[in-house]
């Protein structure tokens, strides 16, 4: 593979990082995904099907909280607690920045933000205090040479609601009467209750397994993390 494009951003980042002001646009994101690029990951709605297919199959996503810094010549990734920073990727590298938003509240990814670090791989965030649209408009800007609009912060998107301040109430007893009793057992009798057994036994294998997926691709997006770090 091809690596001089690394060399590049090596050289890049040493003549602009240090001279680089701290200012610019903070956006606070949640980090999905990253894919290397292929053939069938070649566009930011690729990478987006990829996403909802590994979820749907119960695969998981490790997410991690972060913000986005859109700089004069960069974006760069900032760990979400202490500020530190984590990628640095030049805007001249930059394809494509997507967003894909839905207005349905119940959706999972619904303020999607997505751009491709040409030529190796793709990263896809979900965006909270701003909308993905506005996200991309700004950064088509800056890639424009243009400066970013200050944005006002807004309710994260997506984002789960507070706790509410009083305790939960006690959930509702419930005591069948002798006709769902006898409803039971003359409509299933003892085969009903095996098989109704056998299907919830047959839930709890699947809820393992997709727990066990989800174990597994955090460890890798960990260890890729720790990696990127180095």
């Not at 990829?50 to 859109?70: A, D, P």
């Not at 119940?106 to 303020?111: A, D, I, T």
Request: glycine residues 6%.
């Amino acid at each position: 593979m091809d690596i001089s494009w690394i060399d590049g951003l090596e050289d890049e980042q040493s003549l602009f990082g240090a001279a680089e002001p701290k200012g610019g646009n903070l956006y606070e994101v949640e980090h999905l995904a990253t894919f290397q690029l292929s053939d069938e990951l070649a566009l930011p709605a690729d990478g987006m099907r990829r996403l909802l297919h590994m979820e749907k199959n119960g695969f998981g996503i490790w997410s991690q909280k972060m913000r986005v810094r859109l700089e004069h010549r960069f974006i760069v990734i900032l760990d979400f607690e202490n500020g530190e920073e984590m990628e640095r990727f030049p805007l001249h590298l930059i394809r494509e920045p997507t967003a894909f938003t839905n207005p349905n509240p119940g959706e999972l990814y619904n303020n999607i933000f997505a751009f491709i670090v040409q030529p190796v791989e793709m990263h896809i965030f979900q965006c909270f205090n701003i909308s993905a649209a506005e996200l991309v408009e700004d950064v088509k800007m800056a890639l424009a040479g243009r400066v970013p609009p200050p944005r006002r912060r807004r309710g994260s998107h997506g984002s789960l609601p507070p706790p509410p301040n009083n305790p939960p109430p006690d959930p509702p007893i419930y005591l069948p009467n002798h006709e769902d009793v006898r409803d039971d057992t003359s409509s299933g009798g003892s085969e009903g209750k095996y098989e109704r057994e056998v299907n919830i036994l047959n839930r709890c294998f699947d809820d393992i397994e997709r727990f066990i997926a989800r174990l597994q691709y955090a460890a890798a997006a960990w260890r890729e993390l720790q990696r990127r770090r180095k």
